[in-house]
């Protein structure tokens, strides 16, 4: 028999099926995680951390923290090693504004000697299709050595998905992030985001304004600020892969 050729259909269609399970596994992972005691939730299926042991002093993590001297090690989602320096009893020193995004939001609240678990989506990671961790979620235990000098302004990166437009507003902290899913869900509803989604490579944002803004009733529609606000914020949401 012949070796029958594949086309570039059948190609995409497997790379989709191999994208939507890679989704599944790791949407069951933290639905399972989530059923683990002592696990804090910062974002639904998406940013969680665990403390393994508790630290000392007064003084913890906050967003204008400039650097963290940290012992760390980073593993996939069946605990293969990845990278780290907590074997060699070493540690380093990173710039809060440099890390990965849920590397630095998951370390809020730390304090001296602390050790947590951080359970990080590849989406606050290195993205789905990123080569590290072949786009798997991460699971980052990071004991906390010292912490650097207070800024006056704000030092953590901005909590939008890997993949983000250069234009998505700024999203500065989990529960911002968690207020503007749930005002999306209403303003939009859930079945229309999800057909959104789906229809993702023939729909833009600016077609969606259109849409928005478009007569009803004879009676023109017009977005307000933050509605307007809201759709930019979240223009990653409607059209990442």
């Known amino acids: 028999m012949e070796k029958e050729n594949c086309n570039f259909s059948d190609i995409k269609f497997l790379e989709i099926l191999k994208k939507e399970k890679a989704k599944a ?47 760390y090690l980073i593993k996939n989602s069946v605990n293969q090693t990845l990278a780290g320096t907590y074997f060699f009893e070493e540690h380093s020193e990173f ?8 590397l630095a939001h998951g370390m809020l609240g730390m304090k001296k000697g ?13 993205g789905r299709s990123a080569s590290f961790a072949n786009g ?32 998505s507003k700024t999203i500065h902290s989990c529960e911002e992030y968690s207020i503007l899913q749930e005002q999306f869900f209403e303003y939009c509803g859930f079945m229309t985001w999800s057909h959104y989604k789906k229809a993702s490579p023939f729909v833009n944002l600016e077609e ?13 529609r017009t977005i307000n600020q933050e509605e307007n606000c809201i759709l930019l914020k979240l223009n990653w949401l409607l059209y990442r892969e």
């Open 95 to 102: 710039a809060f504004h440099n890390m990965i995004l849920g």
């Open 114 to 126: 602390e050790k947590r678990t951080i359970f990080i989506h590849p989406d606050f990671a290195y």
């Open 136 to 167: 798997d979620l991460l699971q980052a235990t990071v004991e906390l050595i010292d912490v650097g000098p207070l800024s006056s302004t704000w030092q953590f990166p901005s909590l939008q998905p890997h993949g983000a437009l250069a234009y």
């Open 25 to 71: 596994s790791i949407l069951l992972f933290f639905q399972d995680l989530m059923t683990q005691k002592n696990i804090h939730s910062l974002i639904a299926q998406k940013l969680c951390y665990r403390i393994e042991t508790l630290g000392e002093g007064k003084e913890e993590i906050s967003a204008f923290h400039t650097t963290a001297k940290i012992r």
């Open 208 to 220: 969606l304004r259109h849409l928005l803004n478009a007569e009803k009733s004879s009676v023109p």
